[in-house]
Structures are given as structure tokens and as C-alpha cells.
């Protein structure tokens, strides 16, 4: 099986508490999302990650994790598997939301779809 390393897709610190952004597909792909890291400052605070794939809603219908991020610490949301990560539609966005504005930076990793395919 071919390995693909995967690159930063995205990264963000929102600089409100409302859920914004975070990836928005740049081409007509899927893209697997392999790897999503949530680092805090001094403070922590609630991370909210949300995946829609046939448009831009960020509400509690579409939340994909919710955790409390203590100050000056990192949560990795990983695959371990080739083809085994999150798939992002090219219709479909990533959302983050932090309860702390410029606390929280979300960082996401992945590749263009069409490559995990290759095995």
C-alpha cells in the first residue's frame, strides 16, 4: 500500500466566540481529513468542531466533537488508518467554534481524496 502524507489543510484562531470556517475545500475534491489539532493559550477553553458536506451550517446538528481544551495544552483528533479519516465533500465545510475568543488555535491536516485511493 502507498503511504500519502497528508498537509495542513487549514488553520485558525478565531478571534470570536460564534462558530466560524475552518476548511472550506479550495477545489472540486473530497479531501480525507487525517488530523485535527486543538491547542490552547493560557486560559483553555471549549472547542467545538463541526463537519456539514452539502454546505456551511455550524449548528448542533452537524457538532463532530465538544471538549474542554485546559489551558496550555494540545488535543489531537486522529486516523490511524489510510482512507480511514474524516471525508470533507467539495460541497462541504469545517466549522470550529472556541468559548473563548483568541484562545483556542485549530490546525487541520488531510489530503485530497482522489490520493487515498491509491493503494
Not at 67 to 77: L, P
Request: aromatic share 6%.
Amino acid at each position: 500500500m502507498n503511504q500519502v502524507a497528508s498537509t495542513q489543510l487549514a488553520q485558525l484562531r478565531p478571534n470570536v466566540t460564534t462558530a466560524v470556517e475552518l476548511f472550506d475545500p479550495p477545489v472540486a475534491l473530497d479531501y480525507e481529513i487525517t488530523r485535527i489539532f486543538v491547542t490552547s493559550g493560557t486560559t483553555g477553553a471549549t472547542a467545538t468542531i463541526y463537519h456539514d458536506d452539502d454546505g456551511t451550517v455550524r449548528t448542533a446538528d452537524t457538532r463532530i466533537f465538544v471538549g474542554a481544551i485546559a489551558a496550555n495544552t494540545t488535543v489531537e483528533i486522529t486516523s490511524e488508518a489510510l482512507a480511514g479519516g474524516i471525508v470533507c465533500a467539495a460541497a462541504g465545510t469545517l466549522g470550529c467554534q472556541s468559548s473563548v475568543a483568541d484562545e483556542l488555535t485549530f490546525t487541520v491536516y488531510g489530503i485530497p481524496r482522489a490520493q487515498t485511493q491509491q493503494r
